[in-house]
T-cell receptor, first 111, second 116 residues
Framework: RKEVEQDPGPFNVPEGATVAFNCTYS??????FFWYRQDCRKEPKLLMS?????NEDGRFTAQLNRASQYISLLIRDSKLSDSATYLC????????????WGLGTSLAVNP | DTAVSQTPKYLVTQMGNDKSIKCEQN?????MYWYKQDSKKFLKIMFS???????INETVPNRFSPKSPDKAHLNLHINSLELGDSAVYFC???????????????FGPGTRLTVT
């Protein structure tokens, strides 16, 4: 099992739609979780951290389910500019204390 | 006033050559990283330096040698380039976090390396 797994997509949605991505992680001792966004041929940029209680930033909501070892990202009212790859990132624990990156989920928002 | 800059942006070279990629950050961060993103878009850490000292050295061929002359610079030298080295190489830096590794990574624009 990969350390961090994401459905690569692509997810094709119309403008205004709500879309959700999940990401599973294998190490139950993992401590911290994040979503990064990467536009085509650009560098990744931090989108938001994922807190245990769930957190919201505008149209974006991130949630953590430790029991099932997954995190999610929900995007409401999708905009054309949301088209990008969303990377799930997990901060490992113990001897594996480094950032572990998922392959990303590709989102295309269509007019 | 780019935060993390890399040169060159594109690099096309032949197998067997030696090349270097340079990275500089003006954010005052102590930790810098090199990542490789291959054609499958998998982003994998290669090295990390904290205040000029190597703290992460993943399993990469020893043809790859990082050098950090000061905490604002982290260069990557690659010897005897191979076809499989073709990828985008990202430099990143981060402010202090829990320990030496912070989740808040600031990436450079990437260097697209093509080995022919």
């Amino acid at each position: 099992r990969k350390e961090v797994e994401q459905d690569p997509g692509p997810f094709n949605v119309p403008e205004g739609a709500t879309v959700a991505f999940n990401c599973t992680y294998s190490n139950s001792a993992s401590q911290s979780f994040f979503w990064y966004r990467q536009d085509c041929r650009k560098e990744p940029k931090l989108l938001m951290s994922v807190y245990s209680s769930g957190n919201e930033d505008g149209r974006f909501t991130a949630q953590l389910n430790r029991a099932s070892q997954y995190i999610s990202l929900l995007i409401r009212d999708s905009k054309l500019s949301d088209s990008a790859t969303y990377l799930c990132v997990v901060l490992g624990a113990g001897n594996n204390r480094k950032l572990i990156w998922g392959l990303g989920t590709s989102l295309a928002v269509n007019p | 006033d780019t935060a993390v800059s890399q040169t060159p942006k594109y690099l096309v070279t032949q197998m067997g050559n030696d090349k270097s990629i340079k990275c500089e950050q003006n954010l005052g961060h102590d930790t810098m990283y090199w990542y490789k993103q291959d054609s499958k878009k998998f982003l994998k850490i290669m090295f990390s330096y904290n205040n000029k000292e190597l703290i992460i050295n993943e399993t990469v061929p020893n043809r790859f040698s990082p050098k950090s002359p000061d905490k604002a610079h982290l260069n990557l030298h690659i010897n005897s380039l191979e076809l499989g080295d073709s990828a985008v190489y990202f430099c990143a830096s981060s402010p202090p976090g829990q320990g030496l590794i912070s989740y808040e990574q600031y990436f450079g624009p990437g260097t697209r390396l093509t080995v022919t």
